[in-house]
């Protein structure tokens, strides 16, 4: 067992641009704290495409007030990598990362029980007044639940398009990520399908994506089945069955080396029932105070999208950062906590 400290005031789980904020503003706020992350800091961002530019601008992805610079007004995810990197080294935040929290418990006498296992595989245990899940969605993609879906040339996250050059890669999903990787993959030469269960491409396709997308499919560049659903991936083709209103259900086989199901990720609510937390049945989003982001159980907050289910488009970093801040200061104030010698706000001083 590890040795660990006795009592903290706060435990945040989860690495990521919300989980450091927070971390950020218990730190300012006086408040002891420890961050765990199952991963790296940034976890999720590491997931991303290799060559990935963010839809949204740099100021907008700044955590403690410390400016993003970038060589663009959108950075890469290498430039959000190194930002996010150095924010922890200057900050000198408390983290404890490839440390997973297992299970959470409630105290009788307030307070929470965090069980914990390292990279290596040792044990250990965490009590906090707070705790603050800051997990996101990314680590949980919505399965399709069909034959061959876990063999080794199946993944629901988009690396690189380069490795796929000559070779038959279908894609699963029409949202902006799938119709990005579409792209990406048919401009370094490989030869792209995209199955999509809808008649066209989703709505809240990024409006500079769909036009190039649509030319693509015109000219013939990429293959687009709609009205599609995977029934089976076997090691050389995904099997799909056309459902077209009006036509009866044609099967078809797709030559696949290389199959991408980017159907979207969804916020687990394990960590969530196992302290009580109620939760929507259907979209298993957590109750949430909107002010404070805390749940129905004192002193456990969801912030970012951890506490959303599969309401996923609902919250990006940028609208999460602010839940981050919210949740401390309700914290701060139910422990009567007060700064010690360092700004409550989240800036750091002197910063714009």
Request: glycine content about 8%.
């Amino acid at each position: 067992m590890l040795d660990e400290p006795s009592l903290l005031d706060l435990v945040i789980v989860g690495a990521g641009p919300i989980g450091l904020e927070a971390a950020i503003c218990a730190k300012r706020a006086g408040l002891r704290y420890l961050v765990l992350d199952k991963g790296p800091v940034a976890s999720a961002i590491t997931r991303y495409p290799t060559y990935m530019t963010f839809f949204t601008t740099s100021e907008r992805l700044e955590i403690g007030g410390h400016p993003l610079v970038t060589a663009s007004d959108k950075p890469t995810r290498k430039e959000a990598l190194d930002y996010y990197r150095k924010v922890v080294q200057n900050e000198a935040l408390t983290l404890r990362t490839f440390t997973e929290a297992t299970a959470l418990e409630p105290l009788t006498g307030g307070g929470f029980r965090i069980s914990t296992r390292d990279e290596r595989g040792e044990l250990g245990e965490l009590r906090a007044s707070g705790l603050m899940l800051a997990t996101g969605y990314f680590d949980t993609p919505k399965r399709l639940d069909v034959p061959g879906e876990d063999l080794p040339h199946v993944s629901h996250y988009f690396d690189e398009a380069h490795l796929h050059f000559g070779r038959d890669v279908t894609i699963v999903g029409a949202g902006s990520s799938a119709a990005d990787a579409a792209l990406e993959l048919q401009r370094a030469g490989a030869r792209v399908t995209i199955v999509h269960r809808a008649a066209d491409f989703r709505r809240s396709l990024k409006y500079w994506i769909r036009p190039n997308l649509e030319h693509r499919v015109a000219e013939g560049s990429i293959t687009v089945h709609f009205h599609s659903v995977a029934l089976e991936i076997t090691p050389r083709h995904v099997r799909i069955e056309k459902r077209s209103p009006s036509q009866p259900p044609e099967p078809i086989a797709l030559p696949t080396d290389r199959v991408f199901l980017l159907t979207g990720y969804v916020a687990s609510p394990t960590l969530l029932h196992l302290c009580g937390v109620r939760t929507d049945p259907v979209t298993q989003a957590a109750q949430l105070d909107p002010d404070s982001c805390e749940t129905n159980v004192e002193g456990l907050y969801c912030i970012g999208s951890a506490g959303f289910g599969s309401r996923t488009s609902d919250v990006f970093i940028e609208n999460g950062l602010p839940h981050a801040r919210r949740a401390v200061a309700h914290l701060r104030s139910r422990l009567g906590a007060r700064p010690s010698g360092e700004p409550a706000d989240p800036r750091p001083a002197g910063s714009r």
